[in-house]
C-alpha cells in the first residue's frame, strides 16, 4: 500500500503511522523523524534546519525533496509500499514527489487527510511526550508513560519537542493553513484524497481508516 497521510500538526499522523505500521507492516516514512534526527546528530544538514524547525516554519523545499530522493533511491523496504508523514507539505513538494514516483512506478494510490481542529491539536501538542530513542509517541493524559518520564517500550528518556509549545503550535498552524492545504486540493483534483474526521478518538480514528482500506466507504 502507498499512502500519504496529511494533516495540521498534531492531527495523530505519527500516531496513526505507528499502528499501520504494527498491523499492516508499511514502511513509516516521516520528514519530521529524518529531520530530528539529523539535529540529534548536530549533522551539517541538522545545524541547516535546526533554526526553521525549532520556530514552526518550513525547511526550504529543496532540502526535502532531497532528503525524500535519496530515502526513495536507498531504500528496499519501500518495496513493500510506503506510508509518507509530513510530506509533501507545499505544492512544489507535491509535483516533484509525483515525478519521482512516477519514475519508480510506485505512484501515490491513496492520500488520508487527517482534519484535527485547532483546540483539539493545541491540546494533543501541548500534553505530547516522545521517546528520544525509539520514538514512541505518548500524551501526560491521554497515553501517559507507565513511569514518568520513562519510555514503556524501550525504557529510552521521554521528552517534549520544543517547538510544542503554544506560541509555536500556532506558528505551525498558521504554517499548515498557507502552505498545505493546497495539497489537500491537488489530491483531491487527483481522485485520491479521504478525509477522516481526526479529532475523534485513537480507536475510531483507526476503525474509519481499516474500512476505507476494506472499500466499505
Ligand atoms: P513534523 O514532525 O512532521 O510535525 P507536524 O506535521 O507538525 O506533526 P506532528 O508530528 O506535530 O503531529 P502528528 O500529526 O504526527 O501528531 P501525533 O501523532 O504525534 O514536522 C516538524 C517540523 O519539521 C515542521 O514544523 C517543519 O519545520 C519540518 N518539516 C517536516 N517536514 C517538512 C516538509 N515536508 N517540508 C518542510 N519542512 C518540514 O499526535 C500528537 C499527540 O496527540 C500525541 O501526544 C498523541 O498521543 C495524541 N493523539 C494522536 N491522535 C490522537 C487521537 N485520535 N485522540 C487523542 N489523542 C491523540
Redesign the pocket.
Known sequence: MRLVLL??????????ASFLNKELGIPHV????I??EEMKNNTSLGQE?KQ??ES????P?EV?IKLIENKFSSDCAIDKGYML??????EV?AKDLDALLNDLQKPVDQVIY?DASLPVVIK??T???ICRNCGA???MK??PPKEEGICNECGGEVYQRP??NEETIQT?MD?YLDNTKPVIEYYEDQGKLKKVD?D???QE?QESLMKIFNGDR
Open positions: 494533516g495540521p500538526p498534531g492531527a495523530g499522523k505519527g500516531t496513526l516521516s520528514t519530521g523523524d529531520l530530528r534546519v526553521y524547525v514552526g516554519g518550513l525547511v523545499d526535502v508523514d509530513g510530506f509533501p507539505r507545499t513538494q487527517l494533543r501538542l500534553g505530547r511526550r509517541i505518548f500524551h491521554n497515553n517547538d510544542d505551525r504554517v481526526a475523534r478518538d485513537s480514528v
